[in-house]
T-cell receptor, first 112, second 111 residues
Framework: DVKVTQSSRYLVKRTGEKVFLECVQD?????MFWYRQDPGLGLRLIYF???????EKGDIPEGYSVSREKKERFSLILESASTNQTSMYLC???????????FGPGTRLLVL | ELKVEQNPLFLSMQEGKNYTIYCNYS?????LYWYRQDPGKSLESLFV?????AVKQEGRLMASLDTKARLSTLHITAAVHDLSATYFC???????????FGQGTILTVHP
């Protein structure tokens, strides 16, 4: 079974803090994705990566950065957290040549 | 830029009834995906539709794709309580698997 894990289920941070969200997949997938999920907006793509050290902006990259130093790990960084970044963050991975994205359990982030 | 819109956004059904969720998308999308999300859980893949006229069925759910109309439907037959969840459609997939999601449809099935 494919397993995508995220470092925290719930996180509370203060405005201005630097926040790291970690995602690890155990199936050697090339492609990894970070989404945020907000009610009524569905999932919106923040960044994705198709290989180690490679990254591409998604639809809403402002205020975020990412890091992929190892194939299995994809990190989302909030350089200076703001209250409008309070959201559910979902990580996903997908092997090249297959259709399905496999999602992690999500991290619910509250920025005070 | 691909945009995906679902309707309805909220659906309250009685057990045993049939209903359809609609997913419209704005530009060409080679493939269309349906996902399910249970409350407090992550997304689970239901269907991947890869070509015009594609139809897939699993239990009480059937998904179809009409690329000419830029429309996919998720039909629910004889709903049961266990189908209560949020359903998302998503288009795209060809560029590194990048997806654009609809807003989601919150389905509640009542006895």
């Amino acid at each position: 079974d494919v397993k995508v894990t995220q470092s925290s289920r719930y996180l509370v941070k203060r405005t201005g803090e630097k926040v790291f969200l970690e995602c690890v997949q155990d199936m050697d997938h090339e492609n990894m994705f970070w989404y945020r999920q907000d009610p009524g907006l569905g999932l919106r793509l923040i960044y994705f990566s198709y290989d180690v050290k490679m990254k591409e902006k998604g639809d809403i990259p402002e205020g975020y950065s990412v890091s992929r130093e190892k194939k299995e790990r994809f990190s989302l960084i909030l350089e200076s957290a703001s209250t409008n970044q309070t959201s559910m963050y979902l990580c996903a991975s997908r092997p090249t040549g297959q259709e399905t994205q496999y999602f992690g359990p999500g991290t619910r982030l509250l920025v005070l | 830029e691909l945009k995906v819109e679902q309707n309805p956004l909220f659906l309250s059904m009685q057990e045993g009834k049939n209903y359809t969720i609609y997913c419209n998308y704005s530009t060409t999308s080679d493939r269309l995906y349906w996902y399910r999300q249970d409350p407090g859980k992550s997304l689970e893949s239901l269907f991947v539709l890869l070509s015009n006229g594609a139809v897939k069925q699993e239990g009480r759910l059937m998904a179809s794709l009409d690329t000419k109309a830029r429309l996919s439907t998720l039909h629910i037959t004889a709903a049961v309580h266990d189908l209560s969840a949020t359903y998302f459609c998503a288009g795209g997939g060809t560029s590194y698997g990048k997806l654009t999601f609809g807003q989601g449809t919150i389905l509640t099935v009542h006895p």
